[in-house]
C-alpha cells in the first residue's frame, strides 16, 4: 500500500468537521439562490422574445465572465481571504436581484436589462465560486476531499438543479417580481452561514508579487501538468456543448407551439431530473471512482455527457428525456468530483485559487462561446441539429482518454501532492 493510500485510509472515517458543515450549509443557501434566479431570468426573457439568439444571448452574458475574469478572480482568491471574497460576492448576488426587481416595478424591463444584470452576477459568480473551490483544502484534510467535494456536490446541486428550478418556476408563476426577491433573500442567508464560519483563510505570501505576474505562475503551473492541462480542455468542450444545448432548452421545451409542449414548471421539472441523478452520484462517485478507477470512469462520464446534450436530436419525449437527463447527471457529477478533487491535491495551497482560474478560464470560458454558437445554429439550422451536433462533438472526446491513464494521474498525484 502507497503512503498515500495509508493516509487515506487513516481519515476514511474521520469526521468532516463543524467547519466543513458550516460551508456546506452556506452553500447550499448559496445554489439554491442561483438555481431559482438562473430559471428565472430565461422564463422572463421569453416573455420579451422569442429570438433563438437573443435567448442564447442572456447564457452568454452570464458565463462570459468566466472568460474575462476567471485569471484575475483566481489571483484574488490567493492574495485575499477566501471566505470574506465569498461572503462579497454573495452580498453582491442579493443586491442585483433587487435592482431588477426595481427595474421591473418601473416598467423599464427589457432584454437588455436582463443581460446587465446576468453578467453582474457572473462576475460575482466567478470570486465565490473560485474562493469555495480554493478554501475547501483549508477547511477538511487533503484526503478527505473526493467525500468532501461529494457531500458539496449532494447539497449544491440538490439546492441548484433539484429544488431550485421547480421552485423558481412556480414562484414566476406567481410574478416575476417573486422569481427574483426569493434568490436575494437566499443570497444574504448565506452570507450569514459563511459569517459562522471563524477563523482566517488568507494565505501568507513572503514577498510582494504584481498581480500580472501571479497570474503568469498560475497560468505555468497548469500548462506544465500535462493532466489537468488534458482535464480543462475536455471539461472546456463538455461544458461548450452543453452551454450550446441548455442555452435553448427553454425554446425546445415550453409552450405550446415547442416540440414538447410543457408549462414553465413541467420545464423546471424536466431539469430537475437531472439534479436528482447528480444528487444520486455524489453519494456513489467516490465508490464507483475506487472501483472502476479514474481513467475508466472519466471515460463513462464522456459517455453520459454526450447522451445529456445529443437526445433531444433523437427524441421529444418527456419520460426519455427525463431518464437521459438522470443518468447525464449522475455521471457528470462522478467527473465533476474526480477532477476537482484531482486538481486540488496537485496544485499547492498558495497556487489553488489561481490554478483553480486558469483551469476554469479554458473549461468555463467556453460557456459563453458554447451558448452563442448554440443560438446561432438553432437559428440556421433549426434545434434538431444543433443538438445533434453538440451531442456527437461531445462524443468525439473519446480520442483524447489515451492521455487519461490512471498510471499517468496517480504520478501527477505523487509528484506534486
Known amino acids: ?26 452553500s447550499g443557501l448559496s445554489n439554491l439562490a442561483d438555481g431559482v434566479f438562473k430559471i428565472a431570468l430565461p422564463l422572463m426573457a421569453i416573455q420579451l422574445t422569442q429570438s433563438p439568439t437573443l435567448i442564447a444571448g442572456l447564457s452568454v452574458a452570464a458565463t462570459l465572465p468566466w472568460l474575462l475574469f476567471a485569471l484575475t478572480a483566481g489571483a484574488l482568491a490567493d492574495r ?28 423599464l424591463g427589457s432584454i437588455w436589462a436582463l443581460y446587465v444584470i ?8 466567478t470570486l465565490y465560486d473560485t474562493s469555495a473551490q480554493s478554501i475547501l483544502p483549508q477547511v477538511v484534510h487533503k484526503h478527505q476531499l473526493s467525500r468532501a467535494n461529494g457531500r458539496l456536490y449532494a447539497v449544491e446541486l440538490t439546492a441548484n438543479q433539484f429544488i431550485g428550478p421547480p421552485l423558481g418556476g412556480l414562484l414566476v408563476g406567481i410574478g416575476v417580481v417573486a422569481g427574483f426577491a426569493v434568490p436575494a433573500a437566499l443570497w444574504l442567508a448565506a452570507v450569514g452561514g459563511l459569517l459562522l464560519l471563524l477563523g482566517s483563510f488568507r494565505i501568507e505570501r513572503d514577498e510582494k508579487t504584481t498581480l500580472r505576474s501571479d497570474i503568469g505562475e498560475g497560468l505555468k ?5 500535462k ?15 452543453s452551454s450550446a444545448a441548455f442555452a435553448v432548452l427553454v425554446l425546445f421545451a415550453v409552450g405550446p407551439g415547442s ?17 436528482v441523478g447528480a444528487f444520486a452520484g455524489s453519494f456513489i462517485a467516490e465508490s464507483v471512482e475506487a472501483k472502476l478507477g479514474r481513467s475508466k470512469s472519466l471515460a463513462l462520464a464522456v459517455l453520459g455527457c454526450a447522451l445529456f446534450v445529443g437526445a433531444p436530436a433523437l427524441t421529444s419525449n418527456a419520460y426519455v428525456l427525463g431518464l437521459v437527463l438522470f443518468v447525464g447527471g449522475m455521471l457528470i ?20 485559487g489561481r490554478v483553480n482560474s486558469a483551469y476554469r478560464l479554458l473549461a468555463w470560458g467556453t460557456m459563453p462561446l458554447g451558448a452563442a454558437a448554440g443560438g446561432v445554429l438553432a437559428q440556421w439550422f433549426g434545434l434538431h441539429i444543433m443538438f445533434g451536433v453538440m451531442g456527437l462533438l461531445t462524443l468525439a472526446l473519446l ?19
Open 80 to 107: 485575499l481571504d477566501r471566505r470574506k471574497l465569498m461572503l462579497w460576492a454573495n452580498f453582491s448576488r442579493a443586491v442585483l436581484p433587487a435592482l431588477l426587481i426595481a427595474v421591473i416595478l418601473l416598467d
Open 399 to 417: 480520442v483524447m482518454m489515451p492521455l487519461l491513464k490512471d498510471k499517468a494521474i496517480t504520478a501527477a498525484e505523487t509528484d506534486h501532492g
Open 333 to 352: 457529477v462522478l467527473w465533476n468530483v474526480i477532477t476537482v478533487s484531482l486538481r486540488q491535491r496537485i496544485a499547492p495551497n498558495r497556487l489553488l
Open 1 to 26: 500500500m502507497t503512503n498515500s493510500a495509508q493516509q487515506a485510509k487513516t481519515t476514511d472515517g474521520v469526521p468532516l468537521g463543524a467547519s466543513f458543515w458550516k460551508l456546506w450549509t452556506s
Open 118 to 125: 446576468a453578467l453582474m452576477v457572473g462576475v460575482a459568480e
Open 221 to 225: 503551473f497548469l500548462w506544465n501538468q
Open 259 to 275: 416540440e414538447m409542449g410543457l408549462s414553465e414548471v413541467g420545464f423546471s421539472v424536466l431539469l430537475t431530473t437531472s439534479a
Open 227 to 241: 493532466i489537468l492541462r488534458t482535464l480543462a480542455v475536455m471539461t472546456g468542450v463538455v461544458n461548450f456543448t
